[in-house]
């Protein structure tokens, strides 16, 4: 069996987790999460403790994935995930405007962002932009939308980028 499907969720206080026959619900203080059960899985809740088991050899994959899934669904509910976005460019700003983000990257136009439900977006400065939620799957899309209004460009760096995300930069052409 995967290594993955064997580790046990343990799962923190005051987070619950729901196990239904067509699906699976975790409650926690950042909101509430919910995934339809595959019906090659077997699930167990005891104390605490949620362990996952295949039904057979070829629901080994699934049984892994679905592991990984409910781990992030109980992190998500208990603690959340962000996602970090640095503007690097002249001119290049990120404001708040009520829940919309108003993005400068040197367009002629500035480019207004709605945050999606269940999303929170802040920037700590005029060149950050946090992306914040308990779905980890919907805050990594939300952070790639944003960055994909002008990604890095390889020549001097200047673009949206993750923050800590490495640039390959080009040399440019020598005359």
Same mark, same amino acid.
């Given at each position: ?7 046990? #969720? ?16 975790a409650k ?6 919910? #995934?339809?059960?595959? @019906?090659?899985?077997?699930?167990? *809740?005891?104390?605490? =403790?949620?362990? *996952?088991?295949?039904? @057979? ?25 962000? !996602?970090?976005?640095? *503007? ?9 405007q009520g829940?919309?983000?108003?993005? @400068? ?26 992306? @914040? ?5 919907? =805050? ?5 939308? #944003?960055?994909?209004? !002008?990604?890095?460009?390889?020549? %001097? ?15 440019? %052409?020598?005359?």
């Amino acid at each position: 069996m995967s290594r993955v499907a064997k580790k046990p #969720i343990t799962l923190p206080k005051g987070v619950d987790v729901t196990i239904n026959a067509a699906d699976v619900v975790a409650k926690g203080s950042k909101g509430t999460l919910s #995934i339809k059960r595959p @019906s090659g899985v077997e699930f167990n *809740l005891d104390n605490g =403790v949620v362990t *996952l088991q295949p039904k @057979s050899d070829e629901h080994v994959a699934i049984t892994g994935t679905m592991r990984a899934v409910l781990a992030n669904m109980v992190t998500g509910v208990s603690e959340g995930f962000t !996602r970090k976005l640095e *503007l690097v460019g002249v001119g290049y700003r990120a404001a708040m405007q009520g829940s919309d983000l108003n993005l @400068s990257l040197g367009f002629s136009h500035p480019v207004v962002f709605k945050a999606p439900e269940g999303i929170t977006l802040t920037t700590p400065s005029q060149t950050e932009v946090l992306v @914040s939620g308990a779905d980890k799957q919907r =805050v990594g899309e939300v952070a790639a939308k #944003i960055r994909g209004f !002008r990604p890095p460009e390889p020549y %001097k760096g200047k673009g949206v980028r993750y923050s800590g995300e490495n640039i390959i930069r080009k040399e440019a %052409k020598k005359a």
